[in-house]
């Protein structure tokens, strides 16, 4: 599952991560710490939606 940033339109995808913030490839959305931020335009993850 993706999840998607509401405000930008950035897709977290898991089977990619995000190295630049530390989280690594395979990190399922659920699992990355509640601090992190949308790597483009800086919001919560509560901003982030479910995609297919």
């Given at each position: 599952m993706k999840y998607e940033c509401t405000p930008c339109g950035y897709i977290y995808d898991p089977a990619v991560?995000?190295?630049?913030?530390?989280?690594?490839?395979?990190?399922?959305?659920?699992?990355?710490?509640?601090?992190?931020?949308?790597?483009?335009?800086?919001v919560t993850k509560d901003m982030f939606e479910p995609v297919q």
């Open positions: 991560g995000d190295p630049d913030s530390g989280i690594q490839p395979g990190t399922k959305f659920e699992d990355i710490p509640d601090d992190w931020v949308c790597p483009v335009c800086g």
